[in-house]
């Protein structure tokens, strides 16, 4: 089992950031909902252990 | 008549009549520098440096008043020190180090630019831009003393350029009529609003930001607030989508209100709606208002900056907006980089063609600081829903996690570019060599014995040497190239910064203090091709 990182562990965090906005543009508030739901798919997948993708649950509860 | 646009903060140089007012036809001038600001200044200060005759035209007759640009970067202070002015500078300026991020009324992190040791300089000072011109100007009244063939005439506003295959024709306006000038380059260094280059109907391409910001420069009576950089998203007080507190000299604070795009900037600029707003936020504290203004800013730059013999140097050539210190700071790199390539051209060293490399090592730096710039003021004034939601998302992480603070945004500071991969790199030949000080960066500064690297380094060529042995006396074309000899070991910032793991080392640098080449060993063709290469002498 492995921990969530809560580090910092992007590579760049200016070029990441600035495509994941750039990504928006031109969508509807709906199609970014949409949007966001398959990128967090697809970052889960990515991650795919249950006890990290648990912790990140946990972590982003407001 | 020549109307003053502005007030002015300090009035250095009035008008008065030249000969070339009396002159049958127009006289020339090797090099003419529209505009007294910074940039323009920091240029005749260059070439004049270098004995070059240059002729400033200001329709002002002396610094504006207003902080404007208040944050100096460590380069900028380099280049200045390479002007014999950094160390005033330094002295009247307020270093700091800590900064701080809020949103709404919590604190989300702060930030120390732990500035890393072994530099002349600090990271950043802030000092309002009169003062930091004054320095500039000061320094050219020492060199005029030496004998720099320096001339700044106030009130000499330019109403028409024409342009020649070898130079420009002018025409001046001033209070005692017209008259008229030509030159074999134009320099020009007249801001944002460039006359220069709607004169010459050039283009101006890129990003117009919908915002307005109100500064105020305020007096503390009670001067309690830390020397530290303030920034709030969303402030709780309500003055302001964001707002920036910035200490600067004289127990001035920088306010930056950022008050939206339909606004009535007489209204917002009356003092009882400027203290309504600083009351909000500052609580029960006495100030007194020194300066206020409403700018707007744009991220945009000109396609080119060298048309011909007229050569656009700062603000008219590029413009960001004011989060991260990258307009004067870049402007004082032009003028750094344009410099000494301007003078070798005038002596007949290199050919025409090296200030074609001016033209694409300035576009680089520009667009490294308009994709910086841009992306800070996306991240402080989102422009659609989704952004808004994903920056207080942000926000909102990185007060409880660190691995969020890398990505909030509120302005990514000033440094200098590297020139990676452009046309007068020569090769980067040192095996196990730092990647900070590979080919094209500007040199980090190091203590050595007796002072600081930069010290030695700057005006010239320089083959700088690393426990290696090379001839004394080293000379290409004509072009001198002087030697800096050290010795270097052990864990010592000069071994951290220029050798890395390579045992000895031979730097190649420009006159701006840019890495051209770099080797293990001294090979004496090497050096050479390097120059001609750096000289623009190889066919680009």
């Known amino acids: 089992m492995s921990d969530l990182t809560l580090t910092p562990n992007l590579e760049s965090a200016d070029d990441f950031y600035a495509a994941l906005i750039a990504a928006h543009d031109g969508l509807s508030d709906e199609e970014s909902e949409a949007f966001n739901a398959r990128l967090i798919l697809i970052l889960a997948n990515q991650i795919g252990d249950q006890s990290v993708l648990e912790a990140a649950l946990e972590a982003a509860k407001a | ?540």
């Open chain 2, 1 to 540: 008549m020549i109307h003053d646009r502005y007030q002015l903060a300090f009035k250095l140089y009035p008008y008065a009549r030249s000969a070339d007012q009396d002159a049958d036809s127009p006289v020339h001038h090797p090099v003419i520098v529209v505009g007294g600001g910074p940039i323009g200044l920091a240029s005749a200060l260059d070439l004049g440096r270098q004995g070059i005759p240059v002729v400033v035209l200001d329709d002002h007759e002396g610094i504006g008043q207003g902080s404007r640009a208040i944050c100096f970067s460590k380069r900028c202070l380099e280049i200045a020190d390479r002007y014999g002015c950094g160390q005033p500078m330094v002295e009247k300026g307020v270093v700091w180090n800590l900064g701080k991020v809020f949103h709404d009324d919590r604190k989300v992190y702060e930030f120390n630019l732990l500035p890393e040791e072994g530099h002349k300089y600090p990271a950043f000072i802030n000092l309002q831009q009169p003062y930091f011109e004054r320095f500039l100007f000061e320094q050219i009244k020492a060199e005029q003393a030496r004998g720099a063939p320096i001339e700044i005439r106030g009130k000499n506003r330019v109403e028409a350029i024409t342009p020649e295959a070898n130079g420009v024709t002018l025409e001046i306006d001033t209070p005692e009529g017209p008259y008229k000038l030509s030159a074999d380059w134009l320099i020009a260094c007249d801001g944002a609003g460039s006359p220069t280059r709607k004169m010459l109907g050039l283009d101006f391409e890129g990003r117009v930001f919908e915002d307005n910001f109100l500064i105020a420069d305020i007096r503390m009576v009670n001067d309690e607030f830390p020397t530290e950089r303030w920034f709030w998203f969303e402030p709780h007080f309500k003055s302001g989508a964001s707002t920036l507190l910035h200490r600067q000299p004289d127990g001035i604070w920088r306010v930056d209100f950022q008050i939206g795009w339909d606004v009535d900037r007489a209204e917002e600029l009356k003092e009882e709606n400027v203290r309504a707003r600083l009351d909000a936020m500052l609580g029960d504290v006495e100030y007194e208002i020194v300066w206020t203004s409403i700018y707007t800013f744009q991220c945009r730059r000109m396609k080119d900056f060298r048309h011909n013999r007229v050569i656009f140097a700062g603000d008219s050539a590029h413009q960001v907006s004011p989060f991260g210190a990258r307009g004067a700071n870049s402007g004082m790199q032009d003028v750094d980089n344009l410099g000494w390539k301007l003078g070798m051209v005038i002596r007949g060293e290199a050919p025409e063609r090296l200030l074609d490399s001016y033209n694409e090592e300035r576009i680089h730096g520009a667009d490294e600081n308009i994709l910086n710039s841009t992306r800070s003021t996306d991240f402080i004034t989102p422009k659609s829903r989704v952004s808004h939601l994903f920056r207080n998302a942000v926000l909102d992480l990185a007060e409880r996690y660190e691995f969020a603070r890398p990505i909030v945004n509120s302005g990514r500071l000033s440094v200098p570019c590297t020139y990676d991969g452009l046309s007068l790199n020569g090769p980067d030949a040192l095996t196990g060599g730092p990647a900070r000080t590979r080919v094209g960066s500007p040199c980090p500064d190091a203590p050595i014995d007796d002072g600081f690297l930069l010290d030695r380094l700057g005006d010239g060529f320089v083959l700088l040497t690393l426990n290696t042995e090379v001839p004394d006396r080293l000379e290409v074309d004509g072009i001198p190239i002087r030697r800096v000899a050290l010795s270097a070991g052990g864990r010592d910032a000069l071994s951290d910064r220029y050798l890395g793991s390579a045992r000895a080392a031979v730097y190649l640098i420009r006159p701006d203090q840019h890495v051209t080449a770099r080797w293990e060993h001294y090979d004496a063709a090497a050096v050479t091709a390097a120059l001609r290469t750096a000289c623009a002498k190889e066919a680009i």
